[in-house]
């Protein structure tokens, strides 16, 4: 029988997910350590640290989610640890993410304890088959499962069968819920495979993280952003245009939809149009506080960009310099004192270009001419001893 091996998605990480490292080391260091021998052998940790359906404690609700019974157990784990916690974790924030993780695994463990104290020796036909303490990290990885599956939903999953394929995220997971439900529902008459409920508690717990957290509010919009771009891409303009105006009555001053408008509207041939909404793009998003995205927005759409207004001007040429982006930097300074030349800020931009010049081989010269410059316009500026300097005068 061929199995379906999933390896990857189409999403792109933005972060590094460093909690999903974490998780998955911590794993697999455990379960190796429990092989090296010793006293820690891999059945006296699960006998210990496990969780005991008929007599759990809370230590163990939390212990058994790093432990597993084999090497396929684990691996099966964190390879859906990986390929779906890395992409949960981008979204979350890695504090937010940790914490989902663990109530993901107490909320599977939960619902496997009530399933074994309660409802099996109520409906079972047979004693419930409960000896072996109950571990792994798949309730947690099931929440996982759980909020990517209404976070990222248009996702697909590659797998490997035979060939390379992709699969909607959607059915690829409905199908891994469609077999843990009747695993579940057997486990009701015969008394084993009693942990898929932990799995169906896990997820769960996802879903309805998912919806609290109005996950899928975010990923709409996200689809949204991800059409226009594709409509620009393939030049169906004018559905963009349509599209995006729409959506900005309800939002006017989102820094994104002013940076698709001027995309389209450059690509309509309406340059003007398309630079008030470059300036747009950039200043809503500094006034916002979103100076990573002011960044990206002036840089997006710096050829259809005339200038912003001086304040904003001098934060973007500030920020670019403290990305060390040399020749971006001092681009931005030029357009501060060359646009506002009467300005009390003129005079330090250029200053400050003079700097940022000198710190390239190739820019030594320009700085020197920039420089004098300086002392030409303004004689008696607060910066007259460093450009005398800069300009070989002192």
Request: aromatic share 10%; hydrophobic share 45%; glycine share 8%.
């Amino acid at each position: 029988m061929l199995i379906p091996i999933p390896y990857a998605t189409d999403r792109e990480l933005r972060h590094l997910p460093i909690v999903t490292l974490f998780l998955v080391g911590l794993n697999c260091s455990l379960f190796l350590l429990s092989l090296m021998g010793g006293t820690l052998t891999l059945d006296y940790i699960v006998q210990n640290y496990g969780l005991r359906g008929d007599a759990p404690e809370i230590a163990t609700l939390f212990s058994s989610l790093l432990l597993h019974a084999s090497a396929v157990h684990l691996l099966v784990n964190v390879t859906y640890l990986w390929l779906f916690g890395c992409l949960v974790e981008d979204v979350l924030g890695r504090v937010e993410y940790m914490l989902f993780y663990l109530g993901s695994g107490m909320a599977g463990g939960l619902l496997y304890v009530i399933v074994v104290q309660k409802v099996l020796p109520a409906v079972a036909a047979t004693p419930p088959v409960t000896a072996d303490p109950a571990v792994g990290a798949s309730g947690a990885v099931a929440g996982i499962l759980g909020l990517f599956a209404i976070r990222f939903y248009r996702a697909k999953i590659k797998m490997l069968l035979v060939v390379p394929i992709a699969i909607p995220a959607l059915p690829a997971i409905g199908f891994w819920v469609g077999i843990q439900g009747a695993c579940a529902v057997s486990s009701l008459s015969t008394g084993v495979h009693t942990g898929c409920w932990a799995h169906l508690g896990g997820f769960a717990f996802g879903i309805l993280s998912g919806w609290l957290m109005r996950v899928v509010r975010v990923a709409e919009e996200e689809y949204f952003f991800e059409d226009i771009e594709r409509d620009l891409a393939e030049n169906n303009v004018k559905s963009a245009l349509r599209r995006l105006h729409e959506k900005q009555g309800s939002n006017p001053d989102d820094p994104k939809i002013h940076c698709l408008l001027a995309k389209a509207y450059e690509k309509s041939g309406s340059p003007e149009v398309a630079d008030m909404h470059a300036r747009l793009a950039v200043e809503r998003a500094l006034e916002k506080g979103d100076l990573e995205t002011a960044v990206a927005n002036y840089l997006a759409l710096k050829r259809v960009l005339s200038v912003l207004a001086m304040e904003a001007q001098y934060r973007i040429a500030c920020a670019l310099e403290s990305q060390r982006r040399p020749a971006e930097a001092a681009a931005a300074y030029r357009r501060v004192y060359q646009y506002y030349p009467e300005e009390p800020l003129a005079g330090t931009a250029l200053i400050r270009c003079v700097e940022v010049l000198r710190r390239r081989p190739e820019g030594a010269e320009e700085a020197a001419l920039l420089a004098r410059e300086y002392l030409d316009r303004y004689p008696a500026g607060e910066w007259r001893a460093q450009a005398e300097r800069y300009a070989g005068r002192s």
